[in-house]
Every structure is written in structure tokens, then in C-alpha cells.
Nanobody, 125 residues
């Protein structure tokens, strides 16, 4: 288990950018795959992006591909979500999650065992 703390959310106009950060505790951060999920009001939480332990492989929700970039710095125990060309439909609480090494779908919520508290992103039109 790792403890995760997100930051960087806020209010931004459509077309703007934000960078979310997720700081992790523990010495084994570099062994975890990391993901970002989001939950909009009245909707189920959904996968947004994921990155494997090395940062070599990344995965994205189709609607954010080309606009969002997930990255990680294992020396700082931090994963980032760079969000560009934001749209009102990106408004949600964004959650960072950690996934222990192992088989399974890296985009599946139930394969992630540790979660942050979430950070609100609001995109105005």
C-alpha cells in the first residue's frame, strides 16, 4: 500500500491547461503502475490514463488522447497528468491510484489498490 496525495486541481476556462500532481509515500513507488481516474457529478468513476512502472508504456481514455499526458518521476515519487485543451466535459474529481505489479488490465479500476482523496477540476465554458 502507498499513500497518495493529489494536487493541482482548480477552475480553468475551456481551452486552458492544468497539471495535476500525485505524490506517493513509500520506497516502492517505482514498482507500481499509476493511474488517473475521474468522476463527474452523477456519473460512474472512469479511467483517464495510466502509466507502467518505468514510464515507457502509457494508456489513455479515447476522449483525452492527444490532449492529456501522463508522466512520472520515480526520483520524486510523483506522477503527473498534464491536461491541455480542456473542455467543460472534463469537469470532475480526479483521483490518482496505484497498482501493484501483476497481471490484469491496467485500465481497470478494480486492479488499483491505493487511491488518493481526489482533486476537483472545473472547466468553464
Amino acid at each position: 500500500q502507498v499513500q497518495l496525495v493529489e494536487s493541482g486541481g482548480g477552475l480553468v476556462q475551456a481551452g486552458g491547461s492544468l497539471r495535476l500532481s500525485c505524490a506517493a509515500s513509500g520506497r516502492t513507488f517505482s514498482t507500481y503502475a499509476m493511474g488517473w481516474f475521474r468522476q463527474a457529478p452523477g456519473k460512474e468513476r472512469e479511467f483517464v490514463a495510466a502509466i507502467n512502472w518505468s514510464g515507457y508504456n502509457t494508456y489513455y481514455l479515447a476522449s483525452v488522447k492527444g490532449r492529456f499526458t501522463i508522466s512520472r518521476d520515480n526520483t520524486k515519487n510523483t506522477v503527473y497528468l498534464h491536461m491541455n485543451s480542456l473542455k467543460p466535459e472534463d469537469t470532475a474529481v480526479y483521483y490518482c491510484a496505484a497498482r501493484s505489479p501483476g497481471p490484469g488490465d491496467i485500465t481497470a479500476e478494480d486492479t488499483f489498490g491505493s487511491w488518493g482523496q481526489g482533486t476537483q477540476v472545473t472547466v468553464s465554458s
